[in-house]
Structures are given as C-alpha cells and as structure tokens.
C-alpha cells in the first residue's frame, strides 16, 4: 500500500492511531522497528539535532534533505512538521510537490507566521497567521497535491497564544471549510482540559491529533474517550539521546577509558544492521567480480 494511504488510514481509522518523532534516518529506523505505524518529522527535533533553534533557522530545504534520508530509510508513512509552510501559500504549495516527489506522506502546517517559534516558547506572544490567510495557503496545498491521500493536517495554535475555545473552533471550522484533511489542536497546559473542551464542540468535524508532551500525565484511555484519532509523541527521541549522549561523552572525558562505557552502548554491529550493511555485502558477492571481492573492494 502507498505510504499517503497507509497514514489517511492510520488517521481515519476508528481507533486510536500513534506516530512518534524522529529526526534523521536513523531514529526514523528505529521508530518503524519499534513497531509505530508512521514517523512525526519533528521541526523542533530536526533543528536541534542541526545544532540551531526551532524558528526557521535551517532552510526548508536542509529540512528536506533529512527528510529525504528518513524516507528512503524507513517503510512507514511520514508526517513532516511543515512549521508554517515555509512562508506564503507559494512556498506552502511548492512544498507539497517537493514533499510528494520524496514520499512523504503527509504535511503538517500551523497558523502562525514565518519565521515561527516553537510553542513551548512564549507562545502567549507569538502572532497567529490571518485566517483567510492561512485558508488559502491550505487550499493551494490541496490543489497542488496529485496523490489524493497526501495528507493536510491543519495546525490550530489559538490555545498556546492564550485565545480560548471560541477562536479554536472558529479557526479549525476555517480550516475545515478550507479543504484540511484533519486538525492539530495544541494545548501547552499541563493537563486535558483545553483539549476537553475542544473535543466537547467539535465533535468529530474532522479527525483530530494531539501532541500531550506538556500534558503527558493524561492517561491514552481518556484521549480514546474523547474521540481522538491520532497521538503525536513529538520528540522523545530527541530528548532521550541528549540525555544519553551527555552521560557518556561526560564519563568517557573524565574517566580517559572505554572500560565502564562498552556494555551500556550499541554495539557495532548493531550499528552495521541499522545501516543495512548485510544488504551491501549480499549485492558485493552479486555485482562485483571476484577479482574486487571483499567489502568495499570495487572503488
Ligand atoms: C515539533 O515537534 O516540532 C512540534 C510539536 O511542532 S511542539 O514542539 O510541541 O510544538
Ligand atoms: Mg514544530
């Protein structure tokens, strides 16, 4: 099955999808081999794993050169974090072409303005997009899109900006009207209660997805309740390798010595089937003349 249907599927479906972060094409592997059934494309995570901040500061392009190697590194569905389209509804639409020649399954984009900041950061401060703005920058997607299962996922940011329920619900009514397959509605509280309130109203408009990293306490069982149709784990592989890198590039410098580092790290083989180094050696012993044989031997 195409990677667009397999996620229109994930989102559509009645029960309760997940889809978690990854941000190169490693963790991208590791996510499908943990058994997720699609990849969110965290800009927040993309960029830190850049080494730069979560407001635009690699170009989309960069942006699109990983996604290019988690694509071609994993069998599951995409959903990138198209931030706000990279600009106007001309680079909202040019990014769905780019995005469909890579096979990415889906776009996310949010109703704020470039060059955004990640929510979690005075989002009571950041200014939202103009909705007949953000309206036509969702049609020109659609309308650019040639696979009818790309997905457009609408990206409600009225409660991180302190606007409250009716904005929320006049603004993903918009984008509704506009064409959007599904809608984010992101909350920062540290509890359910904004996307409570959301869920109440709308009642089931559209599929609904939720990022609960700040209300992570909530149990799954209450979002089933509630009708959600997609779960976004936004970026704890990011933060779990941070952690992890830290300690061992801490313990390794003040110990001089790989002793007591060895048996908590990857091994290298493990390294070698992520990468799918087998796969080289099978095609070596297919392609290459004897002459050349032996890993690598044919350049
Ligand atoms: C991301 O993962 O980059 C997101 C989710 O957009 S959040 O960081 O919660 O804004
Ligand atoms: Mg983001």
Same mark, same amino acid.
């Given at each position: 099955?195409?990677? @667009?249907?397999?996620?229109?599927?994930?989102?559509?479906?009645?029960?309760?999808?997940?889809? /978690?972060?990854?941000?190169?094409?490693?963790?991208?592997?590791?996510?499908?081999?943990?058994?997720?059934?699609?990849?969110?494309?965290?800009?927040?995570?993309?960029?830190?794993?850049? $080494?730069?901040?979560?407001?635009?500061?690699?170009?989309?392009?960069?942006?699109?050169?990983?996604?290019?190697?988690?694509?071609?590194? @994993?069998?599951?569905?995409?959903?990138?974090?198209?931030?706000?389209?990279?600009?106007?509804?001309?680079?909202?639409?040019?990014?769905?072409?780019?995005?469909?020649?890579?096979?990415?399954?889906?776009?996310?984009?949010?109703?704020?303005?470039?060059?955004?900041?990640?929510?979690?950061?005075?989002?009571?401060?950041?200014?939202?997009?103009?909705?007949?703005?953000?309206?036509?920058?969702?049609?020109?997607?659609?309308?650019?899109?040639?696979?009818?299962?790309?997905?457009?996922?609408?990206?409600?940011?009225?409660?991180?900006?302190?606007?409250?329920?009716?904005?929320?619900?006049?603004?993903?009514?918009?984008?509704?009207?506009?064409?959007?397959?599904?809608?984010?509605?992101?909350?920062?509280?540290?509890?359910? /209660?904004?996307?409570?309130?959301?869920?109440?109203?709308?009642? $089931?408009?559209?599929?609904?997805?939720?990022?609960?990293?700040?209300?992570?306490? @909530?149990?799954?069982?209450?979002?089933?309740?509630?009708?959600?149709?997609?779960?976004?784990?936004?970026?704890?592989?990011?933060?779990?390798?941070?952690?992890?890198?830290?300690?061992?590039?801490?313990?390794?410098?003040?110990?001089?010595?790989?002793?007591?580092?060895?048996?908590?790290?990857?091994?290298?083989?493990?390294?070698?089937?992520?990468?799918?180094?087998?796969?080289?050696?099978?095609?070596?012993?297919?392609?290459?003349?004897?002459?050349?044989?032996?890993?690598?031997?044919?350049?």
């Amino acid at each position: 099955m195409k990677k @667009t249907k397999e996620l229109r599927n994930l989102i559509n479906s009645e029960k309760l999808g997940f889809i /978690m972060e990854a941000h190169n094409g490693l963790s991208a592997k590791i996510v499908e081999e943990a058994g997720f059934k699609g990849i969110w494309a965290s800009g927040l995570s993309i960029s830190a794993a850049m $080494g730069v901040r979560d407001s635009n500061e690699a170009s989309w392009t960069q942006v699109l050169d990983v996604l290019e190697f988690m694509s071609d590194a @994993t069998s599951i569905p995409i959903l990138l974090d198209g931030d706000t389209g990279y600009g106007n509804f001309n680079n909202a639409r040019r990014l769905v072409k780019k995005l469909e020649q890579r096979d990415i399954a889906g776009v996310c984009i949010e109703d704020k303005q470039f060059p955004k900041m990640n929510s979690f950061i005075n989002g009571q401060l950041q200014p939202m997009a103009d909705i007949e703005e953000f309206c036509g920058k969702i049609k020109a997607m659609k309308d650019t899109q040639t696979d009818d299962d790309f997905l457009i996922v609408a990206r409600v940011e009225a409660f991180i900006t302190g606007r409250g329920l009716d904005e929320a619900l006049r603004r993903a009514e918009a984008y509704r009207k506009a064409g959007a397959d599904a809608v984010l509605i992101h909350s920062k509280r540290p509890d359910i /209660m904004e996307i409570e309130a959301f869920m109440k109203e709308w009642a $089931g408009r559209l599929p609904v997805v939720i990022v609960p990293t700040k209300y992570y306490l @909530t149990p799954t069982v209450k979002f089933r309740e509630l009708g959600v149709s997609l779960v976004i784990w936004a970026n704890h592989n990011l933060r779990s390798s941070i952690e992890v890198m830290k300690q061992v590039s801490r313990r390794i410098y003040q110990e001089e010595s790989l002793i007591h580092i060895e048996k908590n790290v990857a091994t290298m083989e493990e390294v070698f089937r992520l990468q799918g180094a087998e796969e080289l050696e099978a095609a070596e012993q297919q392609y290459l003349p004897a002459s050349h044989s032996g890993t690598n031997q044919g350049i």
